[in-house]
């Protein structure tokens, strides 16, 4: 067989209803045994009682002495029951022994009844043994019985019969029994082993490449079940970085190679003295290779917030201060596409304790996305408040909004809402990943509320105690 989950599920269940089995039948076994054993010598002691009555019954007062036809009648009945009576009166006028007229029928009894015990218990130690018990009328010692069986306690036919019944009885049972656990076991590893195959099918298919894979099959099993939503959010998020990836190097490759191109048709056209090489030309080279190296600076600042290699620099900063500055750096883009730009302050003088330029960076990634995306007479607030815990920032406005299936990827690496438009407004849609890598430094959190049409509302908060 092989080494499979199925297999192993089946020999446990096996092996477990085995041992099971095994221990209820040496139990019961040992119960049957006492029982009888008990039986056994209570119907021993009770036949003798019924033996004493039996020949009390027969007593002659006048000759005091016992029947001697009615002592032959219970000496035969005792002898079918295993005993072997013999009677003596207490004057001597009788003394009756079965054994005397019936030798040959005593010895066989014996031997049949030594059979029957050795037959169930092998080790059993039986011997002859015999009870004297006193003959009465009324009330008098009239004579003694002595009564012989092979003892301590025996087994009648009946009784090894009905043992030997019960025995094969419970064989049979455990045989049933082992029929049912194979079958239930088969049928059960079956149900458990067969979403895990479908898991590992899945797993495989994703490690050659293929996330589109996904488990549709559905199980009640709280484990399993988790274990399926596990796979399936794997793959869609193997698939959602593989796209990412894709995207990534068509982005990097589109926004390099137009400086790149520009730099060398410019080039090539003074070279060809096609252009003259004026002042104004090599100022727009510089423009150009300004641009390549903000693409190549947001890239490495990215990556040293992703490997956490940026150390930050907290300090007590005031928030007036702060926002003022922040007016100051958009009020020219503001003024020039005539949006609105105000800030809601919960408290002026509030202290905030962060690291001071890096949250800037974010509130100006956010404000100049808001700028972008809103339309001419838009507004652009800032608003900032605190309570016991965190900080509060958020930057809303009244521009075109986002869709919603955007949004649980709008923080991610080179994610744009949309291509067309984010070609039109610039940008590689790194900006958000970097603002949320910041907050995430600082222990913080963002989130994002939008409506298509109504505009925005970018927040995030930061701890007051962190570290």
Not at 13 to 21: Q, T
Not at 47 to 61: A, F, G
Not at 267 to 291: H, K, N, S, Y
Request: with cysteine.
């Amino acid at each position: 067989m092989k080494n499979t989950l199925k297999s192993k599920a089946v020999l446990s269940f096996a092996v477990l209803l085995i041992l099971s089995s095994f221990s209820f039948a040496v139990v019961f076994n040992w119960g049957l045994d006492q029982l009888f054993q008990n039986y056994a010598t209570l119907q021993q002691e009770r036949r003798m009682q019924q033996i004493v009555t039996q020949i009390n019954n027969l007593y002659i007062p006048d000759s005091n002495s016992f029947s001697t036809d009615g002592l032959e009648a219970v000496g035969n009945a005792a002898l079918q029951n295993g005993m072997i009576l013999h009677v003596q009166s207490i004057n001597d006028e009788v003394d009756w022994d079965i054994s005397s007229h019936r030798a040959k029928e005593c010895q066989l009894m014996l031997q049949h009844r030594e059979r029957n015990m050795h037959s169930r218990y092998p080790n059993f130690e039986g011997s002859y043994q015999q009870s004297v018990l006193d003959l009465t009328y009324q009330g008098q010692v009239v004579g003694t019985l002595t009564l012989g069986y092979y003892g301590p306690y025996t087994f009648d036919d009946i009784e090894l019969q009905l043992i030997n019944s019960l025995n094969r009885l419970l064989i049979g049972i455990g045989v049933i029994l082992l029929l049912i656990a194979a079958i239930f076991g088969s049928y059960l590893a079956m149900h458990l082993t067969r979403p895990i195959h479908h898991v590992v099918n899945a797993a495989q298919k994703i490690a050659r490449g293929d996330y589109q894979v996904k488990i549709q099959e559905h199980y009640k099993t709280k484990e399993i079940s988790e274990l399926i939503t596990a796979i399936n959010e794997m793959a869609e998020q193997l698939r959602t970085k593989e796209l990412q990836k894709q995207r990534l190097t068509a982005d990097v490759a589109h926004e390099l190679r137009t400086p790149l191109c520009n730099l060398q048709s410019h080039m090539e056209a003074v070279i060809d003295e096609v252009w003259e090489p004026t002042p104004e030309l090599f100022r727009g080279c510089c423009d150009e290779i300004q641009r390549l190296t903000n693409i190549v600076n947001q890239l490495k600042e990215l990556t040293e917030y992703e490997d956490h290699r940026v150390v930050l620099d907290k300090s007590n900063f005031q928030v007036s201060s702060f926002f003022d500055s922040i007016l100051s750096s958009f009020a020219f883009s503001a003024k020039e596409k005539n949006v609105r730009l105000i800030v809601d302050c919960q408290n002026f003088k509030s202290i905030c304790l962060a690291d001071e330029q890096r949250i800037k960076q974010c509130i100006i990634n956010l404000v100049s996305n808001a700028i972008k995306y809103t339309e001419n007479g838009g507004t652009v607030k800032m608003t900032f408040k605190e309570d016991a815990d965190f900080y509060y920032f958020d930057v809303s406005d009244t521009g075109i909004g986002i869709p919603p299936q955007d949004i649980p990827q709008l923080f991610e690496r080179f994610y744009r809402v949309d291509e067309s438009r984010a070609r039109k407004t610039g940008g590689m849609g790194i900006g958000l990943s970097i603002t949320k890598a910041i907050i995430e430094m600082h222990g913080g959190a963002i989130w994002v509320n939008s409506v298509v049409g109504q505009g925005s509302v970018f927040s995030f908060k930061l701890p007051k105690n962190s570290i």
